[in-house]
């Protein structure tokens, strides 16, 4: 099995991409989310975490092996736990994913249908489905944060995992602890541990210093 490729990236089209290795090249699918976030890549050499399958009909014979690439191990985790769910599978979870993987997971876990709904392909009935199924998984997906900011090697997964956690406890809901989060690491500075990155992220939340 094929779990990750690396090549230049010569074409980018609506669902799949096209790297050239050697003297062969590759077509891979990619989801929306992942499709936005390669566009300035054109020409690059990069690697994708990929999910291989077989598309086609076993009893008419016709079977074409297919690759899907994500830019991350965990997102590649997640979209195979999204496809797990009855009524879903590769095609359906590909259409629907839009979103980044840290959306949809933070939808899944605070069991919010209406944002599922919304993704192309899923309707009430499969919202929910996915909801029952994968809500108890989804915390460290939606922690992606500290994936998402390729330039944060110097921040360390644990002190955003502990950070999101502190914060919940001084009473941030999921989602407001995410976006703060969101914003402290999107400065791209340096944060040795959790009192430096609260101490940030209480700063911006408060610019004007007040109590």
């Known amino acids: ?10 074409q980018l089209g609506t669902d799949e991409l096209t790297l050239a290795i050697g003297a062969f090249e590759y077509e891979v699918l990619i989801p929306e989310f992942a499709r936005r976030q390669l566009q300035s890549s054109i020409g690059q050499e990069i690697s994708l975490h990929t999910v291989e399958y077989l598309e086609g009909n076993p009893m008419q014979g016709r079977l074409t092996p297919r690759l899907v690439g994500f830019l991350s191990e965990v997102e590649r985790e997640f979209f195979d736990l999204f496809c797990s769910v009855d ?6 979870a590909l259409r629907a994913m839009v979103r980044p993987v840290r959306d949809v997971a933070s939808a899944i876990e605070e069991q919010d249908s209406k944002s599922l709904e919304a993704l192309p392909g899923i309707g009430g009935a499969t919202a929910e489905r996915i909801i029952a199924k ?4 989804m915390p460290k997906f939606a922690l992606l944060v500290a994936r998402e900011y390729p330039t944060l090697g110097d921040v360390p997964p644990d002190v955003v995992t502990d950070t999101f956690t502190v914060l919940r406890q001084l009473g941030h809901s999921e989602a407001e602890a995410r976006r703060l989060l969101d914003t402290a690491l ?3 500075k340096k944060f040795k541990d959790v009192s430096a990155l609260l101490e940030a992220i209480y700063q911006q939340s408060h610019p004007s210093g007040a109590q």
């Open 1 to 10: 099995m094929i779990t990750k490729i690396t090549g230049r990236l010569t």
């Open 87 to 92: 009524g879903v599978g590769v095609k359906k």
């Open 134 to 137: 994968l809500r108890r998984r």
């Open 186 to 188: 999107g400065t791209k």
